[in-house]
T-cell receptor
Framework: DAEITQSPRHKITETGRQVTLACHQT?????MFWYRQDLGHGLRLIHY???????NKGEVSDGYSVSRSNTEDLPLTLESAASSQTSVYFC???????????FGQGTRLTVV | AQTVTQSQPEMSVQEAETVTLSCTYD???????LFWYKQPPSRQMILVIR??????QNATENRFSVNFQKAAKSFSLKISDSQLGDAAMYFC???????????????FGKGTHLIIQP
């Protein structure tokens, strides 16, 4: 069965370190997304991609970057982790505008 | 920019009863899609129901139905015959229609925590 997986599920890192969260989907979807979930804020869009070599900034993109070198993967990089980036991160993918987005299981990141 | 508002941080309902979760949104677009997602304690985001703005008929999926009022920009979720497994966070989400690139990201409300009383 097609799926979308995130790794790691949990990570603790130190302030100032570079961190990369992986997202891999086997749906062959063109559209991929990264969100963060914080108490009191719901899910907010960080970056998204419409296809290979395409990336776009979302609502809360400062301090994050993504790259899309193939259809299956959209890694999220925190260039210099900050305590404000402690959150649960979700990756998602979708086929087209009128279809649902499928979500990964989330990565809980703690920056100490 | 579009916004999604869920005014009920928490709702409680007796098992087997009916509950309605509220959602309002603000957009200047005429073509868009609305979704309800469920997030149980496992953290997995699960699609409950989807509504296309161009459709007048309200979407229904088994015990889940929506009341879509386009003019009022309201999109409420009704859960009938509530079950213990319905306990979760529920998020209302918006996506605008085709913009020439691809599928935009979703704009989410802050969520409603649904408690089912046995």
């Amino acid at each position: 069965d097609a799926e979308i997986t995130q790794s790691p599920r949990h990570k603790i890192t130190e302030t100032g370190r570079q961190v990369t969260l992986a997202c891999h989907q086997t749906w062959n979807h063109n559209n991929m997304f990264w969100y963060r979930q914080d108490l009191g804020h719901g899910l907010r869009l960080i970056h998204y991609s419409y296809g290979v070599h395409d990336t776009n900034k979302g609502e809360v993109s400062d301090g994050y970057s993504v790259s899309r070198s193939n259809t299956e993967d959209l890694p999220l990089t925190l260039e210099s982790a900050a305590s404000s980036q402690t959150s649960v991160y979700f990756c998602a993918s979708s086929d087209s505008v009128n279809t649902e987005a499928f979500f990964g299981q989330g990565t809980r990141l703690t920056v100490v | 920019a579009q916004t999604v508002t869920q005014s009920q941080p928490e709702m409680s309902v007796q098992e087997a009863e009916t509950v309605t979760l509220s959602c309002t949104y603000d957009t200047s677009e005429s073509d868009y899609y609305l979704f309800w997602y469920k997030q149980p304690p496992s953290r997995q985001m699960i699609l409950v129901i989807r509504q296309e703005a161009y459709k007048q008929q309200n979407a229904t999926e088994n015990r889940f139905s929506v009341n879509f009022q386009k003019a009022a920009k309201s999109f409420s979720l009704k859960i009938s015959d509530s079950q213990l497994g319905d306990a979760a966070m529920y998020f209302c989400a918006y996506r605008r229609g085709y913009s020439g690139g691809g599928a935009d990201g979703l704009t989410f409300g802050k969520g409603t925590h649904l408690i089912i009383q046995p």
